[in-house]
């Protein structure tokens, strides 16, 4: 997943304190789920599936012989050799009942350098799982795979189908995975509601506070090349209109390119329902933000934009990832060029973008812009948290976790929940804990791990989350529970100034 994790940013202004407790499940061996998730997932990380060239035919190999071994028919689609996606499913007795698909991708982006442990090969160490995919997206992959074999162990059948679904190449693009299977095999699909990789569960330990952030959508991905040209001249005459000096200049001057900020409906719901977890100087910013002011909503912006997870929700933003030159070190190449990532709110028109961004490094003859990958239009709406299956999140979420709020939120990133969404799909990204590990932990990072408790209850939740909407299950404990709906903030007069804000 092109992703980044949202490490507490929830916690950026302080968050009152509140019970929490965790009894466990009940009518559910979740010590047998979980062993066979963990024994599938150290087995998935054994496998190498890492771009470009993935071996995900192994790997599919691999999860088709287990279901064979609990009797579950599958589908192997693969667009070209190399290439595999899986596909299984649990019938469900309800006809009209759309059904659940659990999906997860089966690549994983090239090993980083720095690792100390063995990418492709798990180590168990401190209560931590290391390898490549422990947490984008084979962790997922094998908690899927140990749920849907339980409950064909169990006979339990649900009510509407449950779909297992592993794809190819989402670190890709997709082109081989569920881009794919969108234009062309759609019908064997044709799931209502999905639960993808993305979002995860914000602590706040001290205080006893969760907050469950469901990703409902993502920004928009594109890419930019800027080129600078130069003099090309032999490496042992310096020249001053040398192309990486000029390069380099420009690069320099982005973090001065700042768009305005832009609430989207999606991003003025996600600030609503975390605006009564704020302190008073919180609550105030918030409500600045979402007034109708919009000379306090950009000053609120520009402060709660300091915080970066907050910034990708309020603006569109930029990031240098790549640069290149020429490969001889005995010359001076003519161009150097570097690859901007650039992540859209939704609405946002790309060609504007793109003409602004050239307009602020215009004056420079030596540089050209060009667009190397461009969001497909019109791009698909983020989820708003009225339906069902947000229901069944945001009441799971209540029970394990008394006084918990669901968030429906917008990923700076991309993945495989923009296609199906595409398709009028319902779907949620869920997720481990995402403060309670360090950034060793991240995806893509060197040695990535996931430990074993965040794994326990990521496992936890999810099979109580398809327990209840596909079984018509609660297997939590009964807990009374508030409603985590949040009210709406009270009108306010913007100050004058922002100093109790700040």
Known sequence: MKKILLLGALALFGVPAAAQTFDGLTAVDM?????????Y??????IDTSQPEPNETAAVRYIYKELNKHHIDWDYLSPRKGSANLLARLPGTDPDAKPLLLISHIDTQAAAEGWTY?????????GRIYGLG??????????????????????????????????????AGSDTGLKWLAETLWDKINAGYALNEGGGV???EPRGTTVLFAEAGTKMYMDVKITASGEAAHSSVPVPDNAVYRLSQALARLPQFNPPARLTPATKEFFRRIAPLQDEDGQTTIRLLLSNDSHSQQ???????????????LKDTINPVNISSGTDTGAAAAEASAIINVRLLPGT???SFFEELRTFLDGEDHLSLEILERPQLPFPATMDGSDDLFAALAQTAREMWPGAVTVPGMSPASGDGEFLRRMGVITYGLGPAMNSQGPAASPHAPDEYISEKDYQEQIAFFTAVVYRFALGQDILPQQTVASDVSPQLPAVQPPQT???AE
């Open 299 to 313: 000053m609120a912006a520009d402060i709660m934009a300091q915080d970066p997870f907050f910034r990708t929700q």
């Open 498 to 500: 922002l100093e109790k």
């Open 118 to 126: 063995p990418p492709f090969k798990a180590t168990l160490e401190d």
């Open 41 to 46: 997932l150290i087995h998935l990380i054994n």
């Open 349 to 351: 028109d790309p060609d």
């Open 134 to 171: 422990s947490t984008d997206a084979k962790n997922y992959t094998a908690m899927h795979l140990a749920l849907f074999t339980y409950l064909k162990d169990k006979a339990l059948t649900p009510q509407r189908d449950i779909l297992f679904l592993v794809t190819s190449g989402e670190e």
């Open 31 to 39: 010590d047998e789920i979980y062993a066979r998730a963990k024994n």
């Open 202 to 204: 914000i602590k706040d």
